[in-house]
T-cell receptor, first 111, second 115 residues
């Protein structure tokens, strides 16, 4: 069975700082990769996804992620965070019909 | 847009009660899922269903059962609620296995407290 690891449980940044959230997965076959975001009091929303092609994918709100197959990684990045990016971020890997989530990273951006 | 509706936003139940959590989706999705979300543990799959009357155990099915009598509705049942089942429960649905799938669509969640 696949597993997904997010290395940072809590991240605190000041506005305008750069963000990188790590995500590694363990699965040898073809996968689809996702990042979801959950803003306080809201439900999970899709931030970006990778299926094939260019390993650098761009999502909403200035986020991007890079798929590095050799490292089984799909790290999320944003050059300059805003206070409104305060949320919990989940990496997910889909193999077949099942989507497996990482443990989540809580990001707090100080104004 | 696909809508996934969970009937209750907050529930408080007593230990030993039988609890039903309901989820309805309106886009004819074949696959439906129940997750629980706990701090530091992310989302863990309880059960999923890929067709009416079909169900598969996820990673943590103990203490739960599910029912899918109609395509649009997927119910999670806590046979005898216990305090360790206090959690946020999320329902999700998705299209069948096609390359252009856009991941899952989630409901807004049901926060269950068992006292």
């Amino acid at each position: 069975a696949q597993s997904v690891s997010q290395h940072n449980h809590h991240v605190i940044l000041s506005e305008a700082a750069s963000l990188e959230l790590g995500c590694n997965y363990s699965y040898g076959g073809t996968v689809n990769l996702f990042w979801y975001v959950q803003y306080p009091g809201q439900h999970l929303q899709l931030l970006l996804k990778y299926f094939s092609g260019d390993p650098l994918v761009k999502g909403i709100k200035g986020f991007e992620a890079e798929f590095i197959k050799s490292k089984f990684s799909f790290n999320l990045r944003k050059p300059s965070v805003q206070w409104s990016d305060t949320a919990e971020y989940f990496c997910a890997v889909r193999a077949g019909n099942m989507l497996t989530f990482g443990g989540g990273t809580r990001l707090m951006v100080k104004p | 847009d696909v809508k996934v509706t969970q009937s209750s936003r907050y529930l408080v139940k007593r230990t030993g009660e039988k609890v039903f959590l309901e989820c309805v989706q309106d886009m004819d999705h074949e696959n439906m899922f129940w997750y629980r979300q706990d701090p530091g543990l992310g989302l863990r799959l309880i059960y999923f269903s890929y067709d009416v009357k079909m169900k598969e155990k996820g990673d943590i099915p103990e203490g739960y059962s599910v029912s899918r009598e109609k395509k649009e509705r997927f119910s999670l049942i806590l046979e005898s609620a216990s305090t360790n089942q206090t959690s946020m429960y999320l329902c999700a649905s998705s299209l069948s296995q096609i390359p252009s799938n856009y991941g899952y669509t989630f409901g807004s969640g049901t926060r269950l407290t068992v006292v």
